[in-house]
């Protein structure tokens, strides 16, 4: 069974920063490309940032682009977003993503990111 | 950037309606498209993807057409446990975009 698990969520001031991961278990976690989904408080569903499977391709949001960072390590299953500069309008759930053939079939759970002083 | 405009944005339906929400793109996508069906404090649910093709598992009274920049979800008979948010997400280029979401209510 395709599992994916967030963690590194969390309340932080703005600017601060915060790293997120996602560990991927039940399939073969370095053939698949990976993402970051986020949903603010009420509001619809936002692509944050894309990875390729081997890290070749990196993709982000303009909202993000020099703030957030992707990474993956396909020796642990994980991959991770650094989150700097952090901003009230960065609040939201943000879920970890498998894509397969760029489409997104499966979703974590999500964890919270709170800014606000 | 391809945007992706969702019709409409709200509806009221009762069980057993044949519900249509229709997701635009700005520029042609080919079959890059996905629906997802998202219920209050849930994750989104892949229902449809390559604009056609029904996820494994989910019931057929759900479809999807479409191609090139007009797409539709169809619910042929809208049941209890299909109301719900549903999003269109287009994954032919970067910035991947969604559509802003139409809720399905309860008439």
């Known amino acids: 069974e395709v599992q994916l698990v967030e963690s590194g969520g969390g309340l932080v001031k703005p600017g601060g920063s915060l790293r997120l991961s996602c560990v991927g278990s039940?399939?073969?976690?370095?053939?698949?490309?990976m993402n970051w989904v986020r949903q603010a408080p009420g509001k619809g569903l936002e692509w944050v940032s894309s990875?390729?499977?081997?890290?070749?391709?990196?993709f982000y949001a303009d909202s993000v682009k020099g703030r957030f960072t992707i990474s993956r390590d396909n020796a642990k299953n994980l991959q991770y977003l650094q989150m700097n500069s952090l901003r009230a309008e960065d609040t939201a759930v943000y879920y970890c993503?498998?894509?397969?053939?760029?489409?997104?079939?499966?979703w974590g759970q999500g964890t919270l990111v709170t800014v606000s002083s | 950037d391809i945007q992706m405009t969702q019709s409409p944005s709200v509806m009221s339906a009762s069980v057993g309606d044949r519900v249509t929400i229709t997701c635009r793109a700005s520029?042609?996508?080919?079959?890059?498209l996905a629906w997802f069906q998202q219920k209050p404090g849930k994750v989104p649910k892949r229902l449809i993807y390559?604009?056609?093709s029904l996820q494994s598992g989910v019931p057929s009274r759900f479809s999807g057409s479409g191609s090139g920049t007009e797409f539709t979800l169809t619910i042929s008979s809208l049941q209890p446990e299909d109301f719900a948010t549903y999003y269109c997400?287009?994954?032919?280029?970067?910035?991947?975009?969604f559509g802003q979401g139409t809720k399905v209510e309860i008439k």
């Open positions: 990875i390729s499977s081997s890290s070749t391709y990196i």
């Open positions: 390559a604009a056609s």
């Open positions: 993503v498998r894509g397969t053939d760029g489409d997104y079939d499966y």
């Open positions: 039940g399939f073969v976690f370095s053939s698949y490309s």
């Open positions: 997400l287009q994954h032919n280029s970067y910035p991947r975009t």
């Open positions: 520029q042609g996508i080919s079959n890059y």
